[in-house]
């Protein structure tokens, strides 16, 4: 069972940094695109940014709100996604979600996509 695990999520104060990571488990083929979303309360989940890789190159892709400040990288070998993040504001938190659009081993016909469980990032002073 293909499985998104996110770690890393926690409480800092404005101007701090956290990473997060996700990793990606079970029967996998292949991985196209990964990602992170958040969401916070009272809002819609909004994209935070996307990591494709292709041919040996990582695409990147953020939200206005975030370029400069966070950064994605892969690590295609151990099925991972980070996310580096900096100068972290009060309107940052949100639970923040692992995303990844994949190919399974038991059917390698039809890509998926699969969500973690979250996990909650708190900027406060």
């Known amino acids: 069972q293909v499985q998104l695990v996110e770690s890393g999520g926690g409480s800092v104060q404005p101007g701090g940094s956290l990473n997060l990571s996700c990793a990606a488990t079970?029967?996998?083929?292949?991985?196209?695109?990964m990602g992170w979303y958040r969401q916070a309360p009272g809002k819609q989940r909004e994209l935070v940014a996307t990591?494709?890789?292709?041919?040996?190159?990582?695409?990147?892709d953020y939200a206005d709100s975030v370029k400069g400040r966070f950064a994605i990288s892969r690590d295609n070998a151990k099925k991972m996604v980070y996310l580096q993040m900096h100068s972290l504001e009060p309107e940052d938190t949100a639970v923040y979600y692992c995303?990844?659009?994949?190919?399974?081993?038991?059917?390698?016909?039809?890509?998926?996509?699969?969500w973690g469980q979250g996990t909650q990032v708190t900027v406060s002073s």
């Open positions: 990591i494709n890789s292709y041919v040996s190159t990582d695409y990147t």
């Open positions: 079970g029967s996998i083929f292949s991985i196209s695109a």
């Open positions: 995303n990844a659009r994949l190919v399974e081993e038991r059917d390698i016909r039809y890509e998926y996509e699969y």
